[in-house]
């Protein structure tokens, strides 16, 4: 097959198709394939290699090396020539292989004798599933028309591995999507949930990856690719005037459909003897093959923006949309790539969990799912490509782990870990009316954030004190376009309906950093989250801000009202927004509108700087919130977006705790009424902590205030304080490990 055509290639293929259609075993059409693809390309060896979990490959089928090495000859991922294609994801053609960088010689198979060596990955979608290898004891390159037409083949019996097509008694042949899968990932919201698979974007099926007739599968492609430039054009002119990354996106959309080279491309596989379907998902695999390599921030999001109108495209050939016939489970956990506030809002409460393969801890998501109190895992690698519809999982938000189709021993521990959970939850129960009193008499109030009406039936049951953080951006968020003002006061006016009597902090609009508004023009920051967010968009765009005040205001109608700012950095920035509010009083005033018999203003420390701001400042605030969150990243100079040292930085260091306990003396001195606000709050050993430094009010997540509460019913706060001031004065760099080693003294496990 040295001067390979186009209709050789098509027989190949054709071959193929007789071959996977015999009903027979999958390893004996393993073996048929690899004795046609050696005979139709004139080589004396061809094998398959499949892996047989994440880091191994296994000799599955061959033409040509010892027969007895099959399924016996194994090989790490990197380990070799074949490791090496299965590494890289790219084709090795080598005229001498044993002087190749890599290569390895393995006796048992006999290879010794090849000389030349063609390599290819058979991937998916980006995922590798193994190596299809032809060798010849002539030292030849393979030409660019043979590796093209095993990389044809390659992506068939990708398609036909995922289908099932080679199933056998092995482990690298058990049935795809059937076996146990253990995804260690990240955790953006805890708690944890067991259910059934629901894929927000069900996986296109391709079953007909080679075709008959190439003349109509181009005539197909073309009426595809035009229902797909219509769909786009159309998209545009409905975006028109809008915002700006979603016009960016769409323009890139718009020019991968009119792509001449990605069509030329696509029309080749065809000719060669794919399916439309299968020629557009070859060239989708290609693109996310090379988004694992690419670095480059901007070319991974144009690849991205590949893969979508791949999907697009695939869809219109399939007429497998989003709805598939597929009943929402009982049960349901939410997969996907990643996912909008808006969209995780039409699901609402109906969810027991959320597993992401992207997504952030601040991303608009995360937000969401803290609102709704939904575990949510993110980074969960490959997890769309995975599981399927109906799939049993389970998801551990205390870990940041999921269990896909769990064998029967995990089950079982995790119902007893899901269990032991709800049987503390009905312990706490019993002490939700009663107060977070210590040992030795100090009383804790302990509040809960919202940011959905949907939270407020926790404030009864989780029985918190009130709301200590209302977080006002997901009104926003949510939104294709600027709430009114009307439409804000009502809102704000039934969450304190809502919260009878009990007092709720709004927050004001914080946006900015990993929350820009879909109207919003974005702003080109190297470092967001160093960037002009919250109160600085809020001061240098007034606008926004006065509606969102006046319509506090207006929502309070005469009842006492209590509003911080986000993110103040300095004295004046508190100032400046102050008197924002006192010209929206006296706007409030003008028309005559009750203004609150009480109204509060204060402000979030989430910076360093705020700490040290001049006395004044803490002479005039009303009250002062600790945002944990952000003020722990400041404090490192950790970014809490970045996996690699976020979790580097212990809340309970000796340096973070001492400067919480200057700000505490500080409030202190003025009678400052002051709170933690952040996850950190809600995790009952950070949460002890915390209070020993002085801090007497916590907020936190509604299922946190039961755990948080008992275990403060069971200490003595200033025994736990002196253990806090023995490790800083011993030099110790973390007190978790002294103060929960004085728990265990106690008999107390957290």
């Avoid at 007789?18 to 009903?23: G, I, K, P, T």
């Avoid at 892996?51 to 090495?69: I, M, Y």
């Avoid at 002087?99 to 990955?121: A, D, H, L, N, Q």
């Avoid at 996996?643 to 919480?660: I, Q």
Wanted: glycine share 8%.
């Amino acid at each position: 097959m040295s001067e390979s055509t186009e209709s050789e290639s098509r027989k190949l293929l054709g071959r193929l198709r007789e071959a996977l259609a015999e009903d027979s075993a999958g390893q004996e059409r393993l073996d048929k394939i690899t004795h046609l693809i050696a005979s139709s390309m004139g080589t004396e060896v061809c094998s398959i290699y499949l892996f047989r979990d994440s880091e191994t490959l296994e000799l599955c089928a061959t033409e040509g090396l010892k027969a007895e090495s099959v399924h016996q000859t194994r090989l790490r991922v990197g380990e070799g020539l074949v490791g090496r294609v299965a590494k890289s994801s790219h084709i090795i053609n080598t005229a001498d292989a044993p002087k190749e960088k890599g290569f390895r010689y393995m006796p048992e198979t006999g290879e010794e004798i090849y000389s030349s060596f063609c390599g290819v990955p058979i991937q998916r979608l980006g995922e590798n599933l193994g190596v299809l290898v032809v060798q010849s004891k002539e030292a030849r390159d393979f030409s660019a028309d043979e590796t093209y037409a095993l990389e044809v083949v390659a992506m068939v019996l990708a398609e036909m591995t995922e289908l099932g097509a080679f199933v056998g008694e092995h482990d690298a042949m058990q049935a795809r999507h059937r076996q146990s899968v253990l995804i260690k990932a990240g955790s953006a919201q805890e708690g944890t949930a067991e259910g059934h698979v629901w894929l927000h974007e069900p996986r296109v099926v391709v079953t007909n990856p080679i075709a008959d007739d190439p003349e109509t599968e181009l005539k197909r492609l073309d009426e595809a690719v035009d229902t797909l430039r219509v769909g786009v054009d159309k998209m545009l002119e409905g975006a028109a005037g809008g915002d700006k990354e979603q016009l960016q996106v769409l323009e890139a959309y718009r020019m991968f459909a009119n792509s001449k080279g990605w069509m030329k491309r696509m029309q080749s596989d065809i000719a060669r003897g794919l399916s439309a379907e299968a020629a557009v998902e070859k060239e989708q695999s290609t693109a996310r093959a090379r988004m694992e390599q690419v670095t480059d921030a901007y070319l991974r999001e144009r690849l991205h923006d590949l893969d979508d109108v791949s999907n697009r495209l695939l869809r219109i050939l399939t007429g497998q949309g989003a709805q598939t016939g597929a009943e929402l489970p009982a049960d349901p956990i939410l997969v996907a790539r990643n996912i909008g506030p808006g969209e995780l809002l039409e699901y609402g409460r109906s969810l027991r969990g959320i597993v992401l393969e992207e997504g952030s801890v601040g991303s608009h998501a995360a937000i969401v799912a803290r609102a709704l109190a939904i575990p949510l895992i993110i980074h969960a690698d490959r997890i769309t490509t995975e599981a399927l519809n109906g799939d049993h999982i389970m998801v551990d938000g205390d870990q940041g782990i999921v269990h896909l189709r769990p064998d029967e021993t995990v089950v079982n521990a995790f119902r007893d870990k899901i269990a032991m959970q709800a049987e503390a939850q009905e312990r706490y129960a019993s002490i939700r009316d009663k107060p977070a009193t210590t040992l030795d008499g100090v009383t804790m109030s302990l509040t809960m954030n919202a940011g959905l009406m949907a939270d407020l039936p926790s404030l009864e049951g989780s029985g918190a004190e009130g709301v200590g953080l209302f977080r006002t951006e997901l009104q926003f968020l949510v939104r294709s376009q600027m709430p009114k003002r009307s439409e804000l006061s009502a809102l704000y006016a039934r969450v304190m309906d809502a919260a009878k009597g009990k007092r709720v902090v709004f927050r004001t609009l914080d946006i900015g950093s990993d929350k820009v508004l879909p109207y919003m023009t974005p702003e080109d920051e190297p470092n967001p989250a160093l960037g002009w967010r919250a109160i600085r968009v809020g001061l240098d765009k007034p606008g926004v801000m006065r509606m969102q005040l006046q319509a506090l205001l207006r929502a309070a109608n005469g009842r006492p009202l209590s509003v911080m700012f986000p993110f103040i950095a300095q004295y004046e920035e508190y100032t400046r927004a102050v008197w924002e509010m006192e010209k929206a009083k006296e706007r409030e005033r003008k028309l005559g509108h009750p203004l609150p018999e009480k109204l509060d203003l204060g402000a979030m420390l989430e910076t360093p700087s705020l700490g040290f701001a001049p006395q004044k400042f803490f002479d005039e605030v009303g009250f002062l919130s600790i945002g944990g969150n952000d003020l722990k990243q400041f404090f490192f100079a950790a970014d809490r977006e970045n996996e690699r040292v976020r979790k580097r930085y212990d809340t309970l260091n000796v340096s973070f705790l001492t400067f919480l306990e200057g700000i505490v003396a500080r409030c202190n001195h003025n009678a400052t009424p002051l709170s933690f606000c952040g996850e950190d709050a809600g995790r009952p050993l950070e949460a002890l902590c915390l209070a020993a430094m002085g801090l007497r009010t916590l907020s936190m997540r509604p299922a946190s205030i039961g755990p948080v509460k008992n275990l403060f019913r069971r200490v003595n706060l200033a025994e736990v304080r002196q253990v806090i001031i023995e490790a800083r004065d011993q030099g110790e760099q973390s007190v978790r490990k002294p103060v929960k080693d004085y728990l265990a003294a106690q008999g107390i496990i957290v």
